[in-house]
């Protein structure tokens, strides 16, 4: 599903944000990215969904070599994703339902399949009832809830999530990271970046560590080189 | 469309002010160019009555005799431009000048030898009125030997073609540079919108709406803002046009207003005006969001 060959990521002031960057990720996979503030997680992230393209190597992301991406390309590759962000990026003007309404309405979804399926992911998420409410009037952790069921409200193929707890208390985080787990059971990739090491620590999964922008540790690297890529 | 319709209207709740600016603006724009437009097609109407009465008028010296003149007035009258040819005896343009030239009569009646001239009147066709040709069909009847001068209004005429084109020109540019200002202000205040939903684009980005679709609603509302401008401009056109026709009156009171095309003509330019400005700004900053 997300090929990184040989990927390296400098910004105009010469700053080196990544460095030989190489994985695999292959379906099914939940993927921590982790490492501390400036350690190339973000930039990993925008790689994914073509916000930056890599200063060299191949990035591919569901089919897509990023690299090669047309303007008319990224859409169709975000299509693909869906994205959780620490800060939500909820519209305040819109309710909970709108929001996730919002994601379907601007890529063209037809207009009598959209209430359905609003309701069905924001059961899929647990506030089937805050529909009507504003973003003001949730949680943290019921507003991030809500802008995963944005992401999630078109199937993504991969879910990218950066700091999606970084905001939230201990609870919310539970609840949060427990709704990514489930995403991820039945089939969906779910690419979450963090420093939080306790939700590292909790759950059995594959752990790409960076530092200074190279990968210091991933917990599969032996497995990912047989893993079939898509 | 609806979603893209809904967005360009909400642009207006939200920024009213900045919207009746960019209204207003393309309104004036256009206005100046239409109200030199108006003079232009006036000056052309008038023109056309003028050339309609183009003469060529060839002077016959004293003395010659009736049957040149007659033949003369055949060959001339064969001639692929002409209309019709007349002439015109020394008693009739006395009788002429008496009647028409009223201020005169008294003069003309105490004369006692008449010091008009015989002549050839000659009317050309519809398309032989530009002055290259009238002054070529005038040089071939000044070479018939009896023709002491010929005369033609050619320089009235292309003073009058100067004044036309002169007007459309200096309309033109005043109308480009209110233009100008038209696309800059629009661009402004699209570009207010665009900083206003920064977040809701980066949104639909990241959901994966195409640039087009990002794009629309801004350009909906640029097009919108031009059509309304166009609008007002005709209005505006309109209400100088009666109000200068209704006070002077006079030779003025035929003036005419622009035909159902033009009008079209202004308010498409000034959709256009609004689409260019709205380009601009999205191309410039919707990169950035």
């Known amino acids: 599903m997300i090929r990184f060959s040989h990927v390296y990521k400098s910004y105009p002031n010469g700053a080196l944000a990544l460095k030989d960057i190489s994985f695999k990720v292959g379906k099914g996979e939940f993927v921590f990215l982790t490492g501390h503030s400036g350690a190339g997680k973000s930039t990993i992230m925008k790689l994914l969904f073509a916000e930056q393209q890599p200063t060299s190597g191949e990035v591919r992301v569901s089919g897509h070599n990023v690299s090669e991406l047309g303007k008319d390309d990224v859409p169709k590759l975000r299509r693909r994703l869906g994205i959780v962000f620490q800060d939500f990026r909820l519209l305040e003007d819109r309710t909970a339902a709108e929001n996730v309404a919002f994601a379907l309405e601007v890529i063209g979804a037809r207009r009598d399949t959209i209430a359905a399926r609003v309701t069905r992911v924001l059961t899929q998420v647990g506030l089937p009832a805050k529909a009507r409410a504003y973003p003001r009037e949730l949680s943290g952790g019921e507003q991030q809830r809500i802008a995963i069921a944005r992401a999630l409200v078109n199937d993504p193929a991969i879910i990218i999530a950066d700091e999606p707890t970084g905001n939230l208390d201990e609870r919310a985080t539970r609840g949060v990271f427990q709704l990514l787990r489930d995403i991820n059971a039945m089939g969906t990739v779910v690419v979450m970046a963090t420093h939080d090491l306790d939700i590292v620590r909790q759950a059995p999964y594959r752990t790409i560590e960076l530092r200074d922008g190279s990968v210091v540790y991933d917990t599969a690297v032996d497995e990912t080189e047989e893993t079939e890529v898509s | ?289």
């Open chain 2, 1 to 289: 469309m609806r979603l893209l319709t809904r967005e360009a209207l909400l642009s207006f709740r939200r920024a009213p002010l900045l919207s009746a600016l960019s209204i207003t603006t393309i309104a004036f724009s256009l206005f100046t160019v239409g109200l030199f437009g108006l003079v232009a097609i006036n000056l052309r109407e008038a023109l056309r009555g003028i050339e309609e009465r183009v003469e060529i008028v060839a002077f016959v010296l004293r003395g010659t005799p009736a049957e040149s003149i007659t033949l003369a007035t055949q060959d001339i009258a064969a001639f692929p431009e002409v209309q019709d040819v007349s002439f015109i005896t020394e008693e009739q343009a006395l009788a002429r000048a008496r009647t028409e030239l009223v201020e005169f009569r008294d003069a003309y009646r105490d004369i006692k030898a008449n010091p008009l001239p015989a002549s050839i009147e000659v009317r050309l066709k519809e398309g032989f009125r530009e002055s290259a040709t009238v002054e070529l069909v005038a040089e071939r009847i000044r070479s018939f030997g009896f023709v002491d001068d010929v005369r033609y209004g050619r320089d009235w005429i292309q003073r009058l073609d100067q004044l036309r084109n002169v007007t459309g020109l200096v309309g033109l540019v005043i109308g480009l540079a209110f233009a100008c200002v038209a696309i800059v202000i629009i661009g402004v205040t699209i570009r207010l919108t665009i900083l206003q939903r920064a977040r809701e684009i980066s949104i639909m980005r990241l959901v994966g709406a195409t640039n087009w679709f990002i794009r629309g609603p801004f350009l909906l509302e640029g097009a919108l803002k031009g059509l309304l401008g166009g609008f007002l401009s005709l209005v505006l056109c309109y209400a100088g046009y009666r109000l200068f026709r209704d006070t002077t009156g006079g030779p003025f009171a035929g003036l005419i207003f622009f035909r159902p095309e033009h009008m079209v003509l202004i308010i498409v330019f000034g959709v256009l005006l609004g689409l260019a400005g709205s380009l601009v700004s999205v191309g410039r900053h919707l990169r950035n969001v």
